[in-house]
């Protein structure tokens, strides 16, 4: 109302937080109300009175009527001012319901991204579950194929010392064989010259007996 009073403008903060968009300035309410506001109902008039001068009874009748009108004036800006008041209330409970909308809708939003981070978590154990596993396994068969492959290898050495030792038995049946066919070459040529030997003095003792034969044939042909 001091305001009012003074003629300046009112600025009326929906609240401390809310930006300046939300601001509501008052317009200047030092305004004359309608004459009819001005108007006494009762119609109240001042007596005359012996001690008070004609002076005096028109400066209080102007004092009251200016009193009044100050009052009226007051109240018909005070109503003013509840109007706009009201039109505030009504936006403040429209933006406080904006923001209850928008806080119910933020926290359905953070229980959703509280579902979804549960999931997330849930998915990540798992994964995690998964993989150990997997490591498991892989250590698993990373052990059976370390464990074959000492196999292969102690059969590869086996069977490199097994081919080895055929080589050397190979060898020395080879060795073995050539020393029976050379033996054997020895044998026959041996038996070549002794049959040789045994031809010849088989010719040998033949002629002998031929000769001899002969000799005796021409012995007894002399004689008879």
């Not at 300046?8 to 968009?21: A, D, G, L, Q, Y």
């Not at 933020?106 to 849930?122: D, P, S």
């Not at 003095?201 to 034969?213: F, I, S």
Request: net charge neutral.
């Amino acid at each position: 109302a001091r305001a009012s009073r003074e003629g300046k403008s009112v600025v009326f903060h929906t609240s401390p937080s809310r930006s300046k968009s939300h601001r509501t300035t008052i317009p200047h309410l030092d305004e004359e109300p309608p004459e009819d506001f001005l108007k006494d109902p009762e119609a109240a008039e001042i007596t005359d009175d012996d001690s008070l001068s004609i002076g005096d009874i028109k400066r209080m009748k102007a004092e009251v009527k200016e009193r009044r009108r100050t009052y009226v004036k007051e109240l018909w800006n005070m109503t003013r001012k509840a109007g706009i008041w009201a039109k505030q209330m009504e936006c403040m409970k429209q933006r406080e319901a904006e923001l209850e909308r928008l806080h119910s809708t933020q926290t359905e939003r953070v229980q959703q991204l509280e579902r979804m981070g549960n999931e997330y978590a849930q998915e990540c154990q798992q994964m995690r579950a998964k993989t150990e596993e997997l490591s498991k396994q892989l250590e698993h068969y990373k052990d059976v194929d370390r464990r074959r492959r000492k196999e292969h290898y102690e059969l590869f050495e086996e069977a490199d010392m097994m081919r080895s030792r055929e080589r050397r038995r190979e060898k020395e049946f080879e060795k073995m064989r050539d020393e029976e066919h050379r033996k054997f070459q020895e044998m026959v040529t041996r038996f070549e010259q002794e049959k040789q030997q045994m031809i010849e003095n088989q010719k040998q003792h033949l002629a002998r007996q031929r000769e001899r034969a002969t000799q005796d044939a021409g012995i007894e042909i002399e004689k008879e």
